[in-house]
């Protein structure tokens, strides 16, 4: 191979290293990103069962706490193990960009070692300055001065090349050492959280068989817990279908206004806001017949959800925002789930959320999902207050607060605080319930919200 091919094969082979190591460098950042997140959870679980402590007794919210927490600790050994296999990897092609190395400085080397024993050989045979008197005219005595010079030049770039190789091995010797570094401090720290797991696996049962001791209190405690869950749920349901019914209303006037304008009749001089449906339909049919050119009739009102075009906006952006919703407090944990499901405690009872439920540490606040209009704030007795907040045809509700900061039809922006949660003064603990509608069916929150 000549060595310009040798060195477009170098060159060529750096750069799909290089490559190879942004895309691995961009994995590695994720990954440790998430397992910060991660890690944060945790703590904010501990946080959590710690204040839930204050009371010996177990409780179904602390059971869901560590069910949460284990969930988490799983997730963040997956995520070790893939930091592992990537190291890993790195490993494996940092040893063989070593070796490719060494095979270069061995090559570089000996190709020196060569040029040396020819310079010698052709020093002791004929000598410099005989191989430049020895030509034939004054022009092939140039070049051949200027072979010489380059022939040296050319031993120094050698030993600058074998230098400069054998800096970027020690160079990527030691950043091997240090891969190896990390991934023994790696399975170091796996060992510690499978420690972790079993620890609070036993702890889980331990939690599982107090609660199912107490099985005939437990039953009454969820069976009261559903009952209010579905009177708050029955609440809303009657509030939003209020506001879908006012927004259809509003549609079906501004509809046949804009009929009894393309009539030709007069806004405030023909008909007004206290004019009847029933009264406009009349002058409309009036004002077409006593016309000497018919017009055509406007399209009529859809039934379904009618928006107007800024309401429409914001509902198509909170739609665009799938995914991406900001968590409706600053820091919280998943305690409950949305939907059908199996009692934690006891799985023959089955129960049913209609909304999340985020675990949080006293004195945290509830914050908006995002931009909307506060359309009521109600509070079933003997409950703390909920917040529902409409986003075009997207509703919010915010439950279990035991302080409200906004009011019936104030904008709000996403984040902004609604109020403070309540922190239950029997088991310490302070659970948020954040619910979402689509028009009037209930939908599951989770996905919405940013990971």
């Not at 024993?117 to 001065?145: D, H, I, P, W």
């Not at 004019?275 to 017009?295: F, M």
């Not at 379904?304 to 509902?315: N, W």
Request: proline share 4%; aromatic share 6%; no cysteine.
């Amino acid at each position: 191979m000549s060595a310009f091919a040798k060195y477009i094969s170098l060159v060529f082979m750096a750069l799909l290293l290089s490559l190879s190591a942004v895309g691995q460098q961009t994995k590695k950042e994720e990954l440790r990103s998430r397992k910060i997140q991660l890690q944060d959870e945790i703590e904010l679980a501990n946080k959590i069962l710690e204040e839930a402590r204050q009371n010996r007794q177990a409780t179904v919210t602390s059971l869901q706490t560590i069910n949460q927490k284990l969930r988490i600790r799983e997730e963040l050994l997956r995520t070790i193990d893939r930091e592992i296999e990537l190291i890993e990897e790195e490993i494996e092609e940092q040893e063989d960009h070593i070796q490719s190395l060494r095979n270069e400085i061995d090559t570089l080397k000996a190709e020196y070692a060569e040029m040396i024993r020819q310079a010698y050989k052709s020093k002791s045979e004929t000598g410099r300055l005989m191989f430049v008197l020895s030509s034939q005219n004054f022009a092939q005595a140039v070049r051949r001065v200027q072979y010489l010079r380059q022939y040296s030049s050319y031993r120094r770039q050698q030993v600058a090349a074998i230098e400069e190789r054998q800096a970027e091995l020690e160079h990527e010797i030691d950043m091997l050492s240090r891969q190896k570094e990390e991934k023994e401090g790696l399975r170091v720290q796996k060992e510690s959280e499978r420690n972790s797991i079993l620890a609070e696996r036993q702890e889980q049962q331990r939690a599982i068989v107090e609660l199912q001791e107490t099985e005939g209190s437990l039953e009454s405690q969820i069976s009261s817990k559903q009952a209010e869950a579905n009177r708050l749920e029955e609440e809303i349901q009657k509030i939003i279908a209020e506001e879908i019914r006012k927004e259809r209303a509003r549609a079906q006037r501004k509809a046949l206004e804009d009929r009894a304008l393309s009539a030709g009749l007069v806004k405030g001089t023909d008909f007004n806001d206290r004019t009847s449906n029933s009264r406009l339909e009349t002058l409309i049919a009036e004002a077409r017949a006593r016309a000497t050119t018919p017009t055509p009739e406007p399209e009529p009102a859809t039934s379904s959800f009618a928006m107007t075009p800024d309401v429409a906006r914001l509902a198509r952006n909170f739609e665009a925002n799938k995914g991406n919703l900001p968590w409706p407090v600053e820091r919280g944990i998943i305690v409950g789930r949305f939907g059908r499901q199996p009692h934690p405690a006891n799985p023959t009872i089955k129960i049913n959320n209609p909304h999340i439920e985020i675990g949080t540490q006293a004195g945290s606040e509830a914050r908006a999902a995002f931009d909307g209009v506060v359309i009521r704030v109600i509070r079933i007795p003997g409950s703390p207050f909920t917040v529902i907040v409409q986003h075009g045809n997207y509703y919010t509700h915010y439950g279990n607060l035991s302080e409200v900061y906004v009011k019936e039809g104030e904008q709000i922006t996403a984040r902004q605080n609604l109020g403070r949660i309540y922190t239950d003064p029997v088991d310490s603990q302070t659970v948020l319930q954040f619910g979402l509608w689509q028009n009037d069916q209930l939908e599951d929150p989770l996905p919405w919200l940013s990971r």
